[in-house]
């Protein structure tokens, strides 16, 4: 057994590795969002839904559209 057993009732120790796996959970769950966010960006930008890299060439309008958001930030 542990130090953290002796230390800890059983429950506690439950509600410790709980709390872990909520935490990692909702650290997944953002992680997720943000990349589902940025495909939903990209292709948005692909699709010419802004006015972001329009005069560009199709092969980089993504990279033209990040040049015109940086110069506009």
């Known amino acids: ?10 429950l506690v120790i439950d509600v410790l ?3 872990r796996r909520d935490t990692q959970a909702a650290k997944r769950f953002f992680t997720t969002t943000v990349v589902i966010r940025g495909h939903a960006f990209i292709q948005n930008l ?5 006015e972001l890299g329009v005069h560009a060439q ?4 993504v990279a ?4 015109e ?3 506009a930030v």
Do not use: N, Q
């Not at 199709?58 to 309008?61: E, L, M, S």
């Not at 033209?64 to 040049?67: E, I, K, L, M, S």
């Open 64 to 67: 033209a559209a990040f040049d």
């Open 69 to 71: 958001l940086l110069r």
């Open 46 to 50: 692909r699709r010419g839904h802004y």
């Open 1 to 10: 057994m542990s130090f953290v057993g002796f230390r800890f009732p059983p």
């Open 17 to 19: 590795v709980s709390s």
């Open 58 to 61: 199709p092969k980089v309008i």
